[in-house]
């Protein structure tokens, strides 16, 4: 493989990432609505508006994704609307590939606590669905309904 593996990446620093998107962050894995033929939403987001913080996760995230080209989307977040406006500047991380997600779950799933489950199932499917083909019929479902053997 041409990027890091888990063991050039500090553990300590995995460990650090894996509790900042377990507290800051945000596993998108949601089922397909009747209007949207069978796409399943998926990604993983860390917002924060500490820079220092998310150029952190950036560097830790060059080291584990061995990508060319774009590896995560990096970007300013404005709250200008509904409830709640804010003039502090926020910043988002949105990893949306396959193979970067599937990257970064692989590494920090044994750390996680409150997002375990749902990133478990998240990588179950990544490991397992073809890309670009369409589900069989229940096959959906059963990613959904996936539990790891650690939660049984």
């Known amino acids: 493989m041409q ?5 050039e990446v500090k553990p300590e620093d995995i460990g650090w990432l894996a509790g900042i998107i377990d507290g800051e962050g945000s ?6 609505s009747k209007d949207s033929f069978n796409q399943i939403l998926y990604g993983i987001y860390i917002v924060g508006a500490d820079l ?7 560097k830790i995230l060059d080291q584990l994704i061995d990508d060319e080209g774009k590896k995560y989307h990096f970007y300013k977040k404005n709250y200008k609307k509904g409830l709640v ?15 970067s997600i599937r ?4 590494v920090i799933l044994p750390h996680l606590t409150e997002k375990y489950l749902k990133s478990a199932r998240l990588l179950n499917f990544l490991q397992k669905h073809t890309p670009r083909k369409w589900f069989r ?5 059963s990613y959904f309904g996936f539990t790891p053997v650690e939660t049984k």
Do not use: D, M, W
């Open 3 to 7: 990027g890091a593996t888990a063991r």
């Open 27 to 32: 596993i998108l894995f949601n089922k397909p």
């Open 52 to 58: 220092s913080l998310l150029n952190k996760c950036r």
């Open 85 to 99: 406006k804010s003039n502090k500047q926020t910043y988002c991380i949105q990893i949306g590939r396959q193979h």
């Open 103 to 106: 990257k970064v779950l692989e």
């Open 137 to 141: 019929e229940g096959e959906v479902e």
